[in-house]
C-alpha cells in the first residue's frame, strides 16, 4: 500500500483542485448595493488561502532561521522570498477586483492604473492557460480576468457575447 501513497494523495490533491476551480468558475459576481455594479473579485476561500500560503512561508523561514542559525545567507534570501512572494500573493487577492454593468469594465490592481472600457470596445477574448487567466482585448487595452475570481464565468461569458455583437456590427476590415 506505501507505493500507491504518492500516487493517491497527487489524485486525491488534484480532484481538490479540480472541484474548487470548477466551485470558482461557476460562483457569482456580488453585486454592489450603492453603484449597482456587479463586482468580481478573489473570494474569502482564495483569500484565507493566501494568507494560509504566506504564513507558511514565514514558518518555514522561522524554523529555518532557529535551526541553523549560522547560515546566513539563506535566512536572508528566504526572508526576501517569504516577503515579496508573500506579499505580492496579498496583495493579488486582497487588491485585485473587476466592477462591470451593461455599460463598461473596469479592473483595479495593486500592479497598475485602474483599466476602464465600454462593452463597445471589447474586441475579442482570449485565454491564456499558463497564466489562468481570460484577456479581454478592447480599443484601449487588455483586461485579464484570473479564473480563480468569483464570478469570471459569468463574467467572461457575457464579455464573449458582446464581442461577438460588436464584431458582427463591424466592417469586416475592421474586425481584428
Same mark, same amino acid.
Given at each position: 500500500?506505501?507505493?500507491?501513497?504518492?500516487?493517491?494523495?497527487?489524485?486525491?490533491?488534484?480532484?481538490?483542485?479540480?472541484?474548487?476551480?470548477?466551485?470558482?468558475?461557476?460562483? &457569482? @459576481?456580488?453585486?454592489? #448595493?450603492? $453603484?449597482?455594479?456587479?463586482?468580481?473579485? /478573489? *473570494? =474569502?476561500?482564495?483569500?484565507?488561502?493566501?494568507?494560509?500560503?504566506?504564513?507558511?512561508?514565514?514558518?518555514?523561514?522561522?524554523?529555518?532561521?532557529?535551526?541553523?542559525?549560522?547560515?546566513?545567507?539563506?535566512?536572508?534570501?528566504?526572508?526576501?522570498?517569504?516577503?515579496?512572494?508573500?506579499?505580492?500573493?496579498?496583495?493579488?487577492?486582497?487588491?485585485?477586483?473587476?466592477?462591470?454593468?451593461?455599460?463598461?469594465?473596469?479592473?483595479?490592481?495593486?500592479?497598475? &492604473? @485602474?483599466?476602464?472600457? #465600454?462593452? $463597445?470596445?471589447?474586441?475579442?477574448?482570449? /485565454? *491564456? =492557460?499558463?497564466?489562468?487567466?481570460?484577456?479581454?482585448?478592447?480599443?484601449?487595452?487588455?483586461?485579464?480576468?484570473?479564473?480563480?475570481?468569483?464570478?469570471?464565468?459569468?463574467?467572461?461569458?457575457?464579455?464573449?457575447?458582446?464581442?461577438?455583437?460588436?464584431?458582427?456590427?463591424?466592417?469586416?476590415?475592421?474586425?481584428?
Amino acid at each position: 500500500m506505501s507505493n500507491w501513497s504518492p500516487i493517491l494523495s497527487g489524485a486525491l490533491a488534484g480532484l481538490i483542485v479540480t472541484l474548487v476551480g470548477y466551485a470558482l468558475m461557476r460562483s &457569482r @459576481p456580488k453585486v454592489d #448595493a450603492q $453603484s449597482g455594479r456587479s463586482v468580481a473579485s /478573489y *473570494s =474569502s476561500f482564495v483569500r484565507t488561502f493566501g494568507i494560509a500560503l504566506t504564513l507558511m512561508l514565514a514558518l518555514g523561514t522561522a524554523y529555518t532561521v532557529w535551526t541553523q542559525p549560522d547560515d546566513r545567507d539563506v535566512h536572508w534570501f528566504l526572508g526576501a522570498f517569504t516577503v515579496l512572494g508573500g506579499g505580492c500573493l496579498l496583495l493579488e487577492f486582497f487588491g485585485v477586483r473587476i466592477e462591470f454593468d451593461s455599460e463598461s469594465i473596469q479592473r483595479f490592481a495593486p500592479w497598475h &492604473r @485602474p483599466r476602464i472600457a #465600454a462593452w $463597445s470596445e471589447v474586441e475579442r477574448v482570449t /485565454y *491564456s =492557460s499558463w497564466a489562468s487567466w481570460h484577456v479581454l482585448h478592447t480599443a484601449s487595452g487588455k483586461i485579464r480576468v484570473p479564473d480563480w475570481i468569483s464570478g469570471a464565468g459569468e463574467l467572461v461569458a457575457y464579455a464573449r457575447r458582446r464581442a461577438e455583437a460588436n464584431n458582427s456590427n463591424r466592417p469586416k476590415s475592421a474586425r481584428t
